[in-house]
C-alpha cells in the first residue's frame, strides 16, 4: 500500500463512504435500527458518480471500480468479528476508524461522542487521518450540535471528509473550520457544504488563508443559505474584489443577522460596495469591519446605509484610518437611525474638536437610540470629560468609551466603580430570577468542564437576557475571572455560602 500524501488522500471520500455505508459492521456499528439507520443501510451507488479530487486536486469524475473498492476493503478493514447492537453514538465507530487509520483517539471525541453536544478539538494538533475518522463519526452520530476544529492541520483530505461528512449529517449547527490555512481549495469544500447542508446556523471560517478570489465560492452559497445566521471570515486576506460579493450576498440574503469581515484588505472600493449592499439589506444586525482601510470614503458611505433602512444594531469600524471627518459623518447619520445601539469606532484619528462637536450632536438628537460609544486609544481631555456628562444628562443609557484601555497586552484594569455598578445589575438580575450564581454558570458551561471561557459568558448572558451591555459582559467577566487567564473556573468564582452573592 502506498505512502498517503495530503494530494493524494488514503481513501477518497467516496471509498470511504462505501465501505462505511455497506458494512457497517467493520466500524462497530451493529445492526442498523432507527431513522439513521435506513440511511447506513440505503443505496449509496450515488457515490460512485460523485466529484472528488484528483492528485492535482481538480475535481474528476470518481467512478469507483469494484477491484479498488475491494482493494481498500482488504487493505484497510478487518470485517469479521462478533455481532454488536447499533451504536448510533458514533463512539465504536471512531475507535475502529482510529485503529484502521493508525491514530490515538481523543479522549474528549469519545466523551462527547456518548453524552455531549459539542465537540471542541481546538488545537488538538489533528492532521487529516485524525480528521477523518472524527468524521465517519459524525456521520452516524444524531446529538453533537457543534464541532469545533480549528487550529488543527485538515488538509485536502480532513476538509474533504468534513465536506462528505456534512452533507449527511443533519444535526450539527455550529462549525469552526478556523486556522487550518484550507486556501481555496477549501474555500471550494466550504461553499459545497452551504450548498449540500441546510441545517447549520453558525459556521467560523477565520484565519484560513482566503483571498480575492476564494471570496466567489464562499459568497454565492451564503447568499442562496436558508438557515446561516453567523459567519465570520475575520483574519484573511479579502480585499476590494471580495468587497464586492460580499456587498452582493448583503443585498440579496435575508436571513443572516451577523457578519465578521474584520482583520482583512478591504479599502476603499470595497467599503463602497459593502455599503451598497448594506442599504438593501434589513436584516443584518452585527457587522465587525475594524482592522482593514475603509478611510474615509468607506465611512462616509457607511454613514448614509445607516441613514436606510438597515436595521444594524452593534457597527465596529475601528482601527480603519478613519480622520475627523469620517467619523463626523457616522456621527450625523445617526440622527436618522432608530436602530443602532452599539458604534465602535476606536483606534482611529479623531481630534479633541471632533470628539467635541460629536457631543454636540448627539445632544441634539432627543430619541438617540444609541447605548455605547467606543473611542478606545483616542485621547481627550478634561473639557470633554466635562461635555461628556452633560451629554449623558440627556441620554443617560449612553455610555462612552475613551483613552487608552490596554496596557501593551496586560490585563485590562475596569475603574472600581464600573465594575461594582456592573456587579449589581447581575446580582439584582440573579435575585429577580430566583437563581443562583452557580445555576447560572451551569447555564453558560456547555461542555461540563466547570470552566467558563469569555465566549461562552458572553453566549450565555445574550440567551438568558440580562439587561447589560457588550462593554458590562467583558467588565463582569473581567471581575469574575480572579487569576486573569480568560477563564471562570467555578471553585474560584466569588461566591458566598449559599452561592448567590459574591
Not at 450548498?195 to 483571498?211: C, Q
Not at 446561516?228 to 486576506?237: A, D, F, G
Not at 457587522?287 to 454613514?303: C, F, P, Q, R
Request: net charge negative; hydrophobic share 40%; proline share 3%.
Amino acid at each position: 500500500m502506498t505512502c498517503q500524501t495530503e494530494e493524494e488522500p488514503l481513501m477518497s471520500p467516496s471509498v470511504g463512504w462505501m465501505f462505511l455505508f455497506s458494512r457497517p459492521e467493520s466500524f462497530g456499528l451493529g445492526t442498523p435500527v432507527g431513522p439513521r439507520s435506513r440511511a447506513v443501510t440505503s443505496d449509496f451507488s450515488w457515490l460512485r458518480a460523485s466529484t472528488t479530487l484528483s492528485g492535482s486536486g481538480r475535481p474528476v469524475s470518481s467512478k469507483i471500480s469494484n477491484k479498488e473498492i475491494d482493494d481498500d476493503l482488504e487493505t484497510l478493514l478487518d470485517i469479521t468479528g462478533a455481532h454488536l447492537p447499533y451504536d448510533d453514538t458514533g463512539q465504536r465507530t471512531y475507535e475502529r476508524a482510529c485503529r484502521k487509520l493508525g491514530v490515538v483517539p481523543s479522549s474528549v471525541c469519545l466523551r462527547k461522542l456518548s453524552n455531549g453536544k459539542v465537540i471542541d478539538l481546538c488545537n488538538y494538533g489533528m492532521e487529516p487521518k485524525g480528521v477523518i475518522a472524527v468524521s465517519l463519526a459524525m456521520v452516524i452520530n444524531c446529538r453533537v450540535t457543534t464541532l469545533n476544529l480549528q487550529g488543527n492541520q485538515l488538509g485536502r483530505a480532513g476538509i474533504l471528509y468534513v465536506q462528505k461528512m456534512m452533507s449527511e449529517n443533519e444535526t450539527i449547527t455550529d462549525l469552526v473550520l478556523s486556522n487550518n490555512k484550507l486556501r481555496t481549495f477549501g474555500a471550494q469544500a466550504i461553499g459545497a457544504i452551504l450548498k449540500d447542508n441546510r441545517v447549520i446556523r453558525r459556521l467560523d471560517i477565520s484565519g484560513n488563508e482566503f483571498t480575492d478570489t476564494d471570496a466567489t465560492f464562499i459568497a454565492k452559497p451564503v447568499e442562496e443559505h436558508i438557515g446561516l445566521r453567523y459567519l465570520k471570515l475575520s483574519h484573511n486576506s479579502f480585499g476590494d474584489v471580495a468587497g464586492k460579493a460580499f456587498g452582493d450576498l448583503l443585498a440579496e440574503n435575508s436571513i443572516l443577522q451577523e457578519m465578521d469581515l474584520s482583520w482583512n484588505h478591504i479599502r476603499r472600493k470595497g467599503a463602497v460596495s459593502l455599503a451598497k449592499g448594506l442599504k438593501e439589506n434589513a436584516y443584518l444586525k452585527h457587522l465587525d469591519i475594524s482592522w482593514n482601510g475603509l478611510e474615509d470614503v468607506g465611512a462616509k458611505t457607511i454613514a448614509e446605509a445607516l441613514e436606510g433602512h438597515c436595521i444594524l444594531q452593534e457597527l465596529d469600524m475601528s482601527c480603519n484610518r478613519i480622520s475627523s471627518v469620517g467619523f463626523l459623518h457616522l456621527m450625523k447619520s445617526l440622527e436618522r437611525n432608530d436602530d443602532l445601539k452599539v458604534l465602535k469606532i476606536a483606534r482611529n484619528q479623531i481630534s479633541e474638536a471632533a470628539a467635541m462637536a460629536a457631543l454636540g450632536l448627539l445632544k441634539s438628537f432627543p430619541d438617540l437610540e444609541l447605548k455605547e460609544l467606543d473611542m478606545s486609544e483616542v485621547t481627550l481631555g478634561k473639557v470633554f470629560l466635562e461635555k461628556m456628562r452633560e451629554a449623558q444628562e440627556i441620554h443617560p443609557h449612553l455610555q462612552i468609551i475613551y483613552g487608552y484601555k490596554d496596557s501593551f497586552g496586560k490585563r485590562i484594569i475596569k475603574p472600581k466603580e464600573t465594575i461594582e455598578k456592573t456587579l449589581a445589575v447581575f446580582k439584582t438580575f440573579l435575585q429577580n430570577s430566583n437563581l443562583r450564581i452557580i445555576d447560572i454558570f451551569s447555564r453558560f458551561d456547555d461542555d461540563g468542564s466547570c470552566v467558563i471561557t469569555r465566549d461562552e459568558f458572553k453566549e450565555g448572558i445574550k440567551l438568558a437576557g440580562m439587561p447589560i451591555s457588550a462593554s458590562q459582559i467583558n467588565c463582569l467577566f473581567t471581575a469574575l475571572d480572579t487569576d486573569g487567564d480568560g477563564e471562570i473556573i467555578f471553585s474560584k468564582a466569588p461566591l458566598n455560602e449559599d452561592g448567590r452573592a459574591y
